[in-house]
């Protein structure tokens, strides 16, 4: 019975439909409860059949939820195949599947945009403007999706409808790229500047192979040229300073059109996922490595330095035993017992934080998260502020009755540089701690975005 009701969705029966749903009322429950690759609402959906979409949204609305084995929901269908009266009637019943995505991480709105289904587009953002905030494979926008496929007329609609704010128009995908790279790179004038004289977008912003949207761009080409001074006139720059041959401007504009996301309307490779992400992991693990290297050799400098100011304090130590002071021990600690209490401490701390870095980066656990990265810096600061505390006193001690610092003015300079740069060490663990927080609060907000989609699917 199922098979005849599939075939007549296929011819767009609608009398053979309801004579079958007739015969068994429960015909298109069981398309809910048993396991099938599509119901008929799939099949009507995808042919165009609108009057069967009526009948079946009429009977049993529930079925608009229902995935098919590519987990695409009706909605994806009338969305790929472009009909507007049906994907208007499925958001009616339930707008909710606008945030659905498929096996391949598409959601409807997604589809529309790759399409070129302006009018769908509208309606599905009208429904539920934040499906159009969704990342996909290749960590690509929506924008970069109409950039790539060509579609002019959906970038503009998500321009124009205030989607394109700053941070939004100048996302940039795994290979670095932002949407006036991928315009630049298809020769794409009118977007370019469109793009320009509507958003804030950044025209000097580097990918990750370190050029800018000038630099994929020939001297020698009219259309090139033409784009290179319609840049040029908002400040852009080149970041190379020389020019790239023919040759090498095709390679990299191939390299950039040709990103593993430039066919999503059919399934993905899984080799190809993987080779995005491995290049995406090397990327971050470079820099990362550098920033290890960079913190291993300050931690040594300074653990070297406070082992030294400990064994050998300010003023030296004792040569010789009498009744108030005992060989080997230290001079300063006689004379200013309380400079010399502040100095230990301050020269330990700086001590035990460089030798924490060194132990942490050698300790051989997975410190590639940005957080991590973050915390070894911390401590950095922490152990160069200590140790600018530490010069302090110790300048302090030594110089108590010198000729040389005895002018207060020249003292004061001392004081006011390190101060300066204790201070210059807060604003930045300040800074960073900011801009952590604010990264932490993006992912929890990207989270929640994608929870949307899963929690749509639920009845």
């Known amino acids: 019975m199922e098979k005849r009701l599939c075939e007549?969705?296929?011819?767009?029966?609608?009398?053979?439909?309801?004579?079958?749903?007739?015969?068994?009322?429960?015909?298109?429950?069981?398309?809910?409860?048993?396991?099938?690759?599509?119901?008929?609402?799939?099949?009507?959906?995808?042919?165009?059949?609108?009057?069967?979409?009526?009948?079946?949204?009429?009977?049993?609305?529930?079925?608009?939820?229902?995935?098919?084995?590519?987990?695409?929901?009706?909605?994806?269908?009338?969305?790929?195949?472009?009909?507007?009266?049906?994907?208007?009637?499925?958001?009616?019943?339930?707008?909710?599947?606008?945030?659905?995505?498929?096996?391949?991480?598409?959601?409807?709105?997604?589809?529309?945009?790759?399409?070129?289904?302006?009018?769908?587009?509208?309606?599905?953002?009208?429904?539920?403007?934040?499906?159009?905030?969704?990342?996909?494979?290749?960590?690509?926008?929506?924008?970069?999706?109409?950039?790539?496929?060509?579609?002019?007329?959906?970038?503009?609609?998500?321009?124009?409808?205030?989607?394109?704010?700053?941070?939004?128009?100048?996302?940039?995908?795994?290979?670095?790229?932002?949407?006036?790279?991928?315009?630049?790179?298809?020769?794409?004038?009118?977007?370019?500047?469109?793009?320009?004289?509507?958003?804030?977008?950044?025209?000097?912003?580097?990918?990750?192979?370190?050029?800018?949207?000038?630099?994929?761009?020939?001297?020698?080409?009219?259309?090139?040229?033409?784009?290179?001074?319609?840049?040029?006139?908002?400040?852009?720059?080149?970041?190379?300073?020389?020019?790239?041959?023919?040759?090498?401007?095709?390679?990299?504009?191939?390299?950039?059109?040709?990103?593993?996301?430039?066919?999503?309307?059919?399934?993905?490779?899984?080799?190809k996922k993987k080779k995005v992400g491995r290049k995406f992991g090397r990327r971050h693990g470079d820099w990362l490595e550098e920033i290890r290297s960079s913190l291993m050799v300050v931690a040594i400098l300074l653990a070297t330095m406070a082992f030294q100011a400990g064994t050998n304090p300010p003023g030296g130590v004792w040569q010789d035993t009498k009744d108030n002071h005992t060989a080997g021990f230290s001079i300063m600690a006689h004379n200013f017992p309380i400079d010399y209490r502040n100095f230990l401490i301050l020269n330990t701390t700086g001590f035990c934080a460089s030798l924490s870095i060194i132990l942490l980066l050698i300790s051989g656990l997975p410190l590639k998260r940005r957080l991590f990265m973050w915390i070894l810096m911390a401590i950095t600061w922490v152990a160069i502020a200590a140790m600018a505390l530490t010069y302090i006193i110790g300048i302090a001690s030594t110089s108590a009755s010198s000729d040389v610092l005895v002018d207060d003015q020249v003292f004061s300079v001392i004081v006011i540089a390190i101060v300066w740069l204790v201070l210059l060490l807060l604003l930045l663990l300040l800074g960073h701690t900011i801009r952590l927080i604010i990264r932490m609060i993006k992912f929890l907000f990207r989270t929640i975005m994608r929870r949307g989609p899963s929690q749509a699917q639920q009845p």
Not at 13 to 21: A, M
Not at 80 to 88: C, D, M, Q, R, T
């Open 8 to 271: 007549a969705a296929i011819e767009g029966n609608l009398i053979s439909f309801r004579n079958l749903l007739q015969e068994d009322e429960l015909l298109l429950d069981r398309f809910i409860t048993s396991c099938y690759p599509e119901t008929p609402l799939h099949i009507v959906s995808m042919l165009g059949h609108i009057d069967l979409v009526e009948e079946i949204l009429a009977r049993k609305p529930e079925l608009t939820k229902q995935l098919n084995i590519q987990k695409m929901s009706p909605l994806h269908l009338a969305t790929a195949k472009g009909y507007p009266n049906i994907v208007k009637r499925l958001v009616e019943v339930n707008p909710d599947m606008c945030l659905v995505c498929d096996q391949d991480g598409r959601s409807p709105l997604y589809i529309a945009a790759t399409e070129g289904h302006t009018i769908i587009l509208k309606e599905l953002f009208q429904a539920r403007p934040r499906a159009a905030w969704f990342l996909i494979d290749g960590g690509e926008t929506i924008l970069h999706a109409c950039v790539r496929s060509n579609h002019f007329q959906a970038m503009m609609f998500l321009v124009e409808e205030k989607v394109a704010d700053h941070e939004f128009v100048n996302s940039k995908n795994y290979d670095g790229n932002t949407v006036l790279h991928l315009a630049v790179a298809n020769k794409q004038i009118e977007a370019v500047n469109f793009l320009i004289a509507n958003s804030t977008v950044e025209v000097n912003s580097l990918n990750s192979d370190g050029f800018t949207a000038l630099d994929l761009l020939s001297e020698r080409d009219v259309k090139d040229k033409e784009m290179a001074d319609l840049i040029r006139s908002i400040g852009a720059v080149n970041a190379r300073d020389t020019p790239l041959s023919m040759h090498e401007l095709r390679a990299i504009r191939n390299k950039i059109l040709t990103s593993p996301t430039s066919n999503q309307i059919h399934p993905l490779n899984t080799g």
